[in-house]
């Protein structure tokens, strides 16, 4: 069973980290995901699990996950925007656990947008 | 939607919108195999000319479009299994939803994955608000607040660090597995 006890153990480590942090103050990626009835239906939430897991598996800190309403493109769901601190947006579509884990290792770490998943790609193939 | 995990996220992204601190959701199972899955917020409520429409698919705060399928979608699967959806909400007050499912019915949703829904909540909102979930089954009671892992952290550690996030998660497992294990909606 899950204790309270063992947060004190958490904050400890955690307390310990921080203060070395502290100096790092390098600009956050943002990571934007569709959260409204349309995109839970077309699938968010696992997307989000799936950016969230892969953040923390590759001990990423400068990366932020956020949620956003309905944009009005349904049939797109589950959109994600992709925000780098040179402030460029890559709208992705119809994104799934896996394109979200390419997209954290192409995109959010590397720096080279995902092509084939953007808004860009979907509207020609249209 | 595929389960009711995904309705209640629905839901609360209503109550985030409404600029809550407090959203508790409280999920209980009786003998008889009904399910009363209450959610709570403080946030700015609504008056309740409009709580009375807040069913109606074309009744929405939204000005981009005429539309807001959210409550009605959720009131839909409940009334198919003969339960019903009850929102009352006040200005300034709060609103509180309640659905009421009979998961014996054959049209039942399954109840999906709870876990994910509150840690998705809680993990996007890692300061604001606080949730709640308060689980009962005629076996057991669980509970998850945030407000108990916020004390116990002290105010320099947020929800955010990884290893908090690990243990909320593995936290909404245990309880859900405990109230509802082995049983299925």
């Known amino acids: ?126 | 939607m595929r389960d009711l995990s995904l309705h209640l996220l629905d839901l609360a992204e209503n109550s985030l919108r409404a600029d809550a601190s407090l959203i508790s959701l409280a999920l209980s199972l009786q003998e008889d195999g009904a399910l009363d899955v209450v959610l709570e917020d403080d946030g700015r409520g609504m008056e309740q000319s409009f709580a009375q429409r807040a069913a109606d698919p074309f009744a929405t705060t939204r000005t981009t479009r005429k539309v807001g399928l959210g409550l009605p979608l959720a009131a839909a699967n409940a009334e198919k299994t003969g339960g019903f959806l009850r929102l009352d909400s006040l200005p300034g007050q709060g609103t509180r939803v309640h659905l009421r499912l009979m998961t014996r019915h054959v049209d039942c949703l399954p109840l999906g994955d709870l876990p994910e829904t509150m840690s998705t909540l809680v993990l996007t909102h890692p300061d604001r608000p606080d949730f709640v979930l308060a689980l009962r089954s005629p076996q057991a009671e669980g509970r998850f607040d945030t407000r108990d892992i916020r004390r116990a952290l002290g105010p320099e550690v947020g929800l955010q660090e990884p290893e908090v996030m690990d243990y909320i998660k593995q936290l909404l497992i245990e309880q859900c597995q405990t109230v509802f294990g082995g049983l299925i909606l």
Do not use: W
């Open chain 1, 1 to 126: 069973m899950k204790t309270l006890e063992e947060l004190e153990a958490i904050r400890q480590k955690t307390l310990a980290r921080i203060s070395l942090r502290k100096e790092d103050k390098e600009e956050a990626v943002r990571v934007v995901i569709g959260m409204a009835t349309c995109g839970i239906a077309a699938g968010a939430r696992p997307v989000l699990t799936a950016f969230m897991d892969e953040i923390g598996r590759r001990h990423l800190r400068n990366v932020q996950v956020t949620q956003t309403g309905c944009v009005g493109m349904c049939r797109l769901e589950p959109m994600v925007d992709v925000i780098t601190p040179d402030g460029n947006k890559v709208t992705y579509v119809k994104v799934n656990p896996e394109k979200a884990r390419m997209i954290v290792a192409d995109h959010v770490v590397n720096g080279h947008p995902v092509t084939e998943y953007t808004i860009g790609a979907a509207e020609q193939q249209a």
